[in-house]
């Protein structure tokens, strides 16, 4: 190294520790699971078995895969514990298989459905094809979006189209629609993923006026609050805890939870309560903050999580009734 090289390594050491260092630490929004599955339960809709459903099923999930979604494939992921090859299934069955999938846990699923129809003419053969898809959350139920294209009316086979080239024909005409559902759909997908600006990498939000004037954290608002992701439903049980106990822990969560967007109570079982949480923060973040809180309160407990669901159980001492009153003869 030379006696010219060395200033300038120390000097672009220096300016690194003093700017880049100072840079808060990005945070990327938290990516759902997605699964594509195939609603054929209409009798007229194309069955899942088909080669038209299995075109389009892969052009949907190529589309997604390149736009940086990950697809998990559901013959993969539901293959030791469901029955594979099943066709004419209905919306109940598709969305339990959905929620019962744990490794990966699934999100969002994509289902789509096929229509298809020919009608022959002496001079030509009219093919008709219409294809629609929509975006559920597994465990919320809330609808994300949905999309439905039908094959332009010019589209046409030969007057002879057999049975092979009418599935051949359809098939083509249904992967170009899938490529038209799917870009409508990621679309849909990145406006619930990419919400907002990048998330800092804390655990707690602070409002910059209040830190300045030295005030204290306060929670984050939907819209406004530098937090990226979808807004994300999570279900929370608290057991054993009192009601000012309670009120305790939605002060700590109101002030301290970063990318709070809303609560209700759902119910209320003596000192057992359930809410409903809408947030944008990671799902190993939140448990991180919930565990946080429960020491912050000084409350000793255990928090668990499964399926977009935690449990908060607070671990009671046994109290004493016994009265001292000091020492006595």
């Known amino acids: 190294m030379t006696r010219f ?12 520790t003093l700017f880049g260092m100072r840079l808060p630490a990005a945070q990327a929004a938290e990516l759902p699971y997605l699964m594509i599955m195939g609603e054929d339960g209409d009798m007229d809709a194309v069955p899942r078995d088909s080669r038209v459903f299995r075109r389009v099923l892969n052009e949907l999930s190529e589309t997604m895969n390149m736009d940086g ?20 299934r209905s919306d109940a069955e598709l969305i339990d298989i959905a929620r019962a999938v744990k490794r990966p846990p699934i999100d ?7 229509y298809a129809s020919a009608e022959r003419l002496d001079y030509t053969t009219k093919v008709r094809t219409r294809l629609s898809g929509r975006l559920l959350d597994v465990h919320s139920g809330r609808r994300l979006g949905n999309f439905e294209i039908a094959s332009p009316r010019n589209f046409r086979a030969p ?8 599935l051949e024909t359809v098939g083509n005409n249904a992967r ?3 490529r038209d559902v799917a870009d409508v759909l990621v679309q849909k997908l990145g406006d619930e993923v990419d919400y907002g600006y990048n998330d800092q990498d804390d655990d707690f939000a602070t409002d910059d006026k209040a830190s300045q004037n030295g005030g204290t954290p306060v929670a984050r608002r939907a819209g406004n609050d530098g937090c990226r992701g979808r807004a994300q439903d999570v279900f929370m049980n608290f057991r054993n805890f009192t009601e000012q106990e309670m009120l305790d822990m939605e002060d700590v969560i109101l002030a301290k939870f970063s990318c709070y967007i809303d609560h209700r109570p759902a119910a209320t079982f003596g000192r057992t309560h359930e809410y409903v949480y809408k947030t944008r923060l990671h799902t190993g973040k939140l448990k991180r903050n919930l565990v946080r809180a429960l020491e912050y309160l000084g409350m000793p407990g255990r928090v668990t999580y499964q399926g977009k669901e935690f449990t908060i159980s607070k671990v009671n001492k046994r109290r004493s009734r016994y009265y001292n009153d000091g020492d006595k003869w």
């Open 5 to 16: 090289t060395q200033p300038l390594l120390m000097m672009a050491l220096a300016i690194f």
């Open 69 to 88: 979604f990950d697809v998990y494939d559901e013959t993969a992921i539901t293959l030791d514990d469901f029955a594979q090859g099943r066709s004419r």
């Open 159 to 166: 007057v002879n189209c057999n049975r092979e080239c009418i």
């Open 108 to 114: 969002i699923v994509v289902l789509f459905e096929i």
């Open 176 to 178: 170009l629609l899938a």
